[in-house]
């Protein structure tokens, strides 16, 4: 979701971004922020050089995993041969050349953030060694890069230490997929904006896809229609319930950006709010009490959303958009993060 005075949220199943130019090729919900934790992996690489001399030509096609390395070998025009057409129509070789050198100048190695396969396509993160630079590429099964993206991190050093009192439940059952999650621009596009921070997206996949059949069809998505559950304990404090769902799915309702929506208020001043229900699938009213567990709904497709998921997140108010987002505590103990798989019983 994304707060602005027209209080729009992102549009989110696919994700590409030039670099140095921030161009959106592809669909996604987006963020920005900085991991606190460890990397997992770190990528060789070496100080980027300032020419644009390539190495002796190969026909291999480098893989998602190649990127980093290449880029700060400064092998430019090997990484822009695999761009897909439409890609090459959005920055020319020489402003990505020119683009890549000023972005990664001070790079000395990335180290991995996450990863994600979704619908066809590769989509992997790193964080420079320094913290300050997040690097992304999505790529399909054929080696064609869709987007590739160097973006400015800001870390929230305060916040990120902070979580939320209470210990909540995930509000639904069974496999979900983490869409954008995680303290990082890169893999949770909401934590650019404080009112969103720590705010997740998740989907449902199998066997790779987010839906089967017909894609502009509410219904060919796993996630739609899905129940969800209180997380924890509390109050029904506000609930929305006649926004049509969204179709054909990519067609967005930015009026009302959370679309169906229920807000609960629990102990300690904390307030979950769950958006983009279904429409008509609301089980409680304002004044309901609630324990965690109970159904609330089902996942719809409604508001500006690119297609059916849940949005997510703990808040210190009740209005989504004047209050600040707080890390959750997961019951579990778990932290997930984009391209992660949560198994809720």
Not at 24 to 34: D, L, M, Q, Y
Not at 139 to 146: R, V
Request: include cysteine; charged fraction near 20%.
């Amino acid at each position: 979701m994304k707060k602005s005075n027209n209080t729009k949220w992102m549009n989110y199943s696919k994700l590409a971004l030039a670099l140095g130019a921030l161009t959106v090729v592809i669909t996604a919900c987006s963020g920005n922020s900085n991991n606190t934790a460890e990397p997992a992996t770190t990528v060789e690489t070496t100080t980027p050089t300032t020419t644009t001399e390539q190495p002796t030509a190969s026909t291999a096609k480098l893989t998602a995993e190649d990127i980093p390395t290449a880029l700060l070998k400064g092998q430019y025009k090997e990484v822009y041969a695999q761009f897909s057409d439409n890609f090459k129509k959005q920055i020319t070789e020489k402003d990505f050349i020119s683009s890549a050198e000023a972005s990664l100048q001070s790079v000395k190695k990335f180290n991995k953030a996450a990863d994600m396969e979704i619908n066809d396509a590769d989509v992997r993160s790193w964080v420079s060694d320094s913290g300050d630079l997040g690097l992304n590429v999505t790529i399909d099964k054929q080696g064609s890069i869709l987007g590739l993206q160097a973006k400015a991190l800001a870390p929230a050093t305060t916040t990120d230490k902070v979580t939320t009192k209470n210990e909540y439940a995930f509000p639904f059952k069974g496999d979900w997929f983490v869409f954008w999650g995680g303290n990082n621009a890169l893999i949770n596009y909401h934590y650019e904006y404080e009112s969103q921070r720590y705010a997740y997206d998740f989907i449902q996949r199998k066997d790779g896809f987010s839906y089967k059949g017909d894609p502009l069809k509410n219904e060919s998505y796993y996630a739609f229609g899905q129940p969800l559950y209180a997380p924890a304990d509390g109050k029904v404090v506000s609930v929305l319930s006649n926004i049509p769902d969204n179709e054909p799915v990519g067609k967005m309702n930015p009026k009302v950006p959370a679309g169906n929506e229920v807000v609960i208020a629990h102990a300690n001043g904390e307030y979950s709010v769950i958006g983009h229900m279904k429409k008509g699938s609301a089980l409680v009213k304002v004044g309901d009490m609630v324990k965690t567990g109970d159904q609330l709904g089902l996942v719809g497709n409604s508001g500006n959303s690119s297609e059916a998921h849940l949005h997510y997140q703990v808040s210190d108010g009740a209005d989504l958009f004047k209050s600040k987002a707080i890390q959750i505590k997961w019951q579990d103990g778990s932290k997930p993060v984009q391209g992660e798989t949560i198994t809720a019983k």
